[in-house]
């Protein structure tokens, strides 16, 4: 059974910098396609950036040039490294996996199949 184990988060100021570290345990095909995905009270969850099994990715428009995502082909570690964060970063950010084909939509919550506990990040101005 696929896990994932997310990790990092915290407090930042606007204008700083966290790394967020999703641990996946239990697929013995390589890497499912991941995404990182975010949420904020009485929104939907919304696509951060998503990495197809071979590498591809794609991020929302809103991180690109801040966000980073990358992967630990050893350890089976996605990372997310996040700069000059802002206020409207704040959110619980979610690792997801999909087994299988790859998603459709890259950054649509209903492809992913597996999903880590949330982590908080939140950015004060």
């Known amino acids: 059974q696929v896990h994932l184990v997310t990790s990092g988060g915290g407090s930042v100021q606007s204008g700083g910098s966290l790394r967020l570290s999703c641990v996946v345990s239990g697929y013995a095909y390589g890497w499912p396609h991941m995404a990182w995905f975010r949420q904020v009270p009485e929104l939907e969850r919304g696509g951060v950036v998503s990495v197809r099994r071979d590498g591809t990715t794609r991020y929302a428009d809103s991180v690109k040039g801040r966000f980073t995502v990358s992967r630990d082909d050893d350890n089976l570690t996605l990372y997310l490294q996040i700069d000059s964060l802002k206020p409207e970063d704040t959110a619980m950010y979610y690792c997801?996996?999909?087994?299988?084909?790859?998603?459709?939509?890259?950054?649509?919550?209903?492809?992913?199949?597996?999903w880590g506990q949330g982590i908080q990040v939140t950015v004060s101005s």
């Open positions: 997801a996996a999909r087994l299988g084909v790859p998603p459709g939509e890259m950054l649509a919550a209903q492809q992913y199949d597996i």
